[in-house]
């Protein structure tokens, strides 16, 4: 029998009531040479060209946050705003308080008998891209910068759109131009301007830098990128409440630039810190795709280095980040951790995904299936024991990448069609002749 | 003489300009023309050993260095160097 731990679905998508004030208690520090900047739209330090991060004062914090004044909040990630940098915005999405569904038949296939999955397929643009946008959202009403734009390996392009939307404030959509269709479709539907670039992601995403520069608009995932990697830390937040304010043994998340593998650490560190939950160790493991494998390649050959990809070759278009901003730390984390970075070949990643619809009834896209397959693969390495607690992150629905299911089965794109396992074929509207067919074995 | 595209949190130290001129056969030669014209550079791009400072990247007319020779990548008249911070995307 599944179970699943859910709270109620967001009801408004009007803002939560502001009962945390006081920015002060938030300031953005360097996280190389620790210097002190005051909230904006800046992404480097000026001393040292290293990057900036969010602080909070969490020993004050520590008397005023209390696990009953959250429950007793609307659904949704800003139940948790006196850990989160802005508040939010005048009009934003339902975002987050997605289900932790305990994953009994999954976890016998592949050897975990206390596995739980973050279903994170079920936000309003169908992945986590959510959480950290609806922080970029709020930091950009906050800013006046007027427009929402992001570098996109396409999850982010749907999640940037929808918010921007919300806002009633254009977006940019930058992307490879050789991205799935349906992740185009999706972010054009929202009204943003999407524009395809020849060239991988890391190419988009060089053009974007400048691009930021020149246009001042709100860039998520870089001038606005402090603010935009604090929403990974709601996936944290929502599993430690949904566990009743406890950890798991293991996380394993799929990690494409190693931003959000890198919030969730800091997500249970600050929840420890303000006393909402007891302080213990956490492995994290990661998943990439083999043909994108820069963070898993450093951590199996024991480097610090993280050496580029220049051409990615996957199918995993959601984790193709060739050259990772958060690489090196999330090697860090792993390897302090005690937990490990997998890297996936498409077969087992396409298998994955089906293993998951089959078996627990949710549909994910490629890095979901990634991230079950790394589960897998860290339990047959022994970084995660058979009585371990592991929860992994279905981080993307699968409507986004429906071709992916059939990778190594079906080389045709797009449509189910006939001869496929599982679908029949087209029967006369009669029922006679339905029945028939039923009884000679379908 | 290659041209440098500055990012704009180090344009204080080139006095506002957001790109510059900087001689030199390779672009580590290209980096330390540059840093001895704008001393205040140096803290920002490199390490005490030389090396680029890991949240740094730096592209030759497009590509990053790392896919060509690094800081030995050859540089001729007309090519541009650009300066990025390294911690954006995903």
Same mark, same amino acid.
Not at chain 1, 404 to 433: C, K, T
């Given at each position: 029998?599944?179970?699943?731990?859910?709270?109620?679905?967001?009801?408004?998508? !009007?803002?939560?009531?502001?009962?945390?004030?006081?920015?002060?208690?938030?300031?953005?520090? *360097?996280?190389?040479?620790?210097?002190?900047?005051?909230?904006?739209?800046?992404?480097v *330090?000026?001393? *040292?060209f290293g990057p900036?991060?969010?602080?909070?004062?969490?020993?004050?914090?520590?008397?005023?946050?209390?696990?009953?004044?959250?429950?007793?909040?609307?659904?949704?990630?800003?139940?948790?705003?006196?850990?989160?940098?802005?508040?939010?915005?005048?009009?934003?999405?339902?975002?987050?308080?997605?289900?932790?569904?305990?994953?009994?038949?999954?976890?016998?296939?592949?050897?975990?008998?206390?596995?739980?999955? =973050?279903?994170?397929?079920?936000?309003?643009?169908?992945?986590?891209?959510?959480?950290?946008?609806?922080?970029?959202?709020?930091?950009?009403?906050?800013?006046?910068?007027?427009?929402?734009? *992001?570098a996109?390996?396409?999850?982010?392009?749907?999640?940037?759109?929808?918010?921007?939307?919300?806002?009633?404030?254009?977006?940019?959509?930058?992307?490879p131009?050789?991205?799935?269709?349906? =992740?185009? %479709?999706?972010?054009?539907?929202?009204?943003?301007?999407?524009?395809?670039?020849?060239g991988t992601y890391d190419d988009v995403n060089r053009i974007c830098l400048e691009?930021? %520069?020149?246009?001042?608009?709100?860039?998520?995932?870089?001038?606005?990128?402090?603010?935009?990697?604090?929403?990974? =830390?709601?996936?944290?937040?929502?599993?430690?409440?949904?566990?009743?304010?406890?950890?798991? %043994?293991?996380?394993?998340?799929?990690i494409a630039s190693g931003?959000?593998?890198? =919030?969730?650490?800091?997500?249970?560190?600050?929840?420890?810190?303000? !006393?909402?939950?007891?302080?213990?160790?956490?492995?994290?493991?990661?998943?990439q795709?083999?043909g994108c494998a820069p963070v898993a390649t450093a951590w199996e050959s024991g480097s610090d280095i993280v050496e580029p990809v220049r051409f990615p070759d996957?199918?995993?278009?959601?984790?193709a980040i060739g050259n990772p901003a958060d690489g090196g730390y999330a090697v860090e984390?792993?390897?302090?951790?005690?937990?490990?970075?997998?890297?996936?070949?498409?077969?087992?990643?396409?298998?994955?995904?089906?293993?998951?619809?089959?078996?627990?009834?949710?549909?994910?896209?490629?890095?979901?299936?990634?991230?079950?397959?790394?589960?897998?693969?860290?339990?047959?390495?022994?970084?995660?024991?058979?009585?371990?607690?592991?929860?992994?992150?279905?981080?993307?629905?699968?409507?986004?990448?429906?071709?992916?299911?059939?990778?190594?089965?079906?080389?045709?794109?797009?449509?189910?069609?006939?001869?496929?396992?599982?679908?029949?074929?087209?029967?006369?509207?009669?029922? !006679?002749?339905?029945?028939?067919?039923?009884?000679?074995?379908? | 003489?290659s041209?440098v595209r500055?990012p704009?949190?180090?344009?204080?130290?080139?006095?506002?300009?957001?790109?510059?001129?900087?001689?030199g056969a390779t672009v580590g030669e290209v980096l330390q023309?540059l840093v001895?014209?704008?001393?205040?550079?140096?803290?920002q791009l490199l390490a005490?050993d030389g090396s680029l400072n890991r949240f740094v990247n730096v592209f030759l007319n497009d590509t990053d260095i790392r896919h060509l020779d690094a800081l030995a990548t050859p540089v001729v008249?007309?090519d541009t160097v650009v300066l990025l911070p390294a911690m954006a995307g995903g």
């Amino acid at each position: 029998m599944t179970t699943q731990i859910e709270t109620p679905p967001p009801r408004s998508v !009007g803002p939560a009531p502001r009962e945390a004030p006081g920015e002060a208690r938030v300031r953005l520090a *360097c996280r190389r040479c620790g210097l002190p900047v005051a909230l904006g739209p800046v992404y480097v *330090c000026a001393a *040292c060209f290293g990057p900036l991060e969010v602080a909070y004062d969490l020993d004050s914090l520590r008397e005023s946050i209390h696990a009953d004044t959250i429950e007793a909040r609307p659904p949704g990630v800003w139940r948790y705003r006196e850990l989160l940098p802005v508040d939010p915005p005048s009009r934003g999405l339902a975002v987050g308080s997605t289900p932790l569904v305990n994953g009994t038949r999954l976890g016998a296939a592949i050897g975990i008998d206390r596995l739980w999955l =973050k279903d994170d397929t079920r936000n309003p643009s169908l992945s986590f891209k959510d959480r950290p946008v609806a922080m970029a959202a709020a930091a950009v009403e906050r800013f006046g910068m007027g427009t929402l734009a *992001c570098a996109s390996t396409g999850n982010l392009a749907g999640a940037t759109a929808a918010a921007a939307a919300a806002l009633g404030i254009p977006a940019y959509v930058f992307i490879p131009a050789d991205l799935e269709p349906a =992740k185009i %479709d999706h972010a054009l539907a929202y009204g943003a301007t999407v524009v395809p670039i020849e060239g991988t992601y890391d190419d988009v995403n060089r053009i974007c830098l400048e691009v930021a %520069d020149e246009t001042g608009w709100g860039f998520v995932n870089i001038n606005l990128r402090p603010f935009y990697a604090e929403g990974s =830390k709601t996936l944290a937040f929502e599993i430690a409440e949904s566990l009743g304010w406890r950890t798991p %043994d293991v996380i394993v998340a799929p990690i494409a630039s190693g931003a959000m593998f890198t =919030k969730l650490a800091k997500g249970f560190d600050e929840l420890a810190a303000v !006393g909402l939950i007891e302080r213990r160790p956490i492995r994290l493991v990661g998943g990439q795709a083999a043909g994108c494998a820069p963070v898993a390649t450093a951590w199996e050959s024991g480097s610090d280095i993280v050496e580029p990809v220049r051409f990615p070759d996957t199918i995993v278009r959601s984790l193709a980040i060739g050259n990772p901003a958060d690489g090196g730390y999330a090697v860090e984390l792993a390897r302090g951790s005690g937990g490990s970075i997998e890297a996936i070949p498409d077969e087992v990643t396409a298998a994955t995904i089906r293993d998951v619809a089959r078996l627990e009834g949710i549909f994910t896209e490629t890095a979901g299936g990634v991230t079950v397959a790394a589960a897998a693969a860290a339990r047959r390495r022994g970084v995660i024991g058979p009585d371990d607690e592991v929860v992994a992150l279905l981080t993307g629905n699968g409507l986004k990448t429906p071709d992916a299911r059939q990778f190594g089965v079906d080389p045709r794109p797009h449509r189910a069609g006939p001869g496929e396992p599982g679908l029949a074929p087209a029967l006369p509207p009669r029922f !006679g002749e339905v029945l028939a067919w039923l009884e000679q074995g379908s | 003489m290659s041209a440098v595209r500055i990012p704009p949190v180090l344009r204080t130290a080139t006095g506002g300009q957001k790109q510059v001129v900087a001689g030199g056969a390779t672009v580590g030669e290209v980096l330390q023309s540059l840093v001895a014209a704008y001393p205040a550079l140096e803290q920002q791009l490199l390490a005490p050993d030389g090396s680029l400072n890991r949240f740094v990247n730096v592209f030759l007319n497009d590509t990053d260095i790392r896919h060509l020779d690094a800081l030995a990548t050859p540089v001729v008249d007309r090519d541009t160097v650009v300066l990025l911070p390294a911690m954006a995307g995903g």
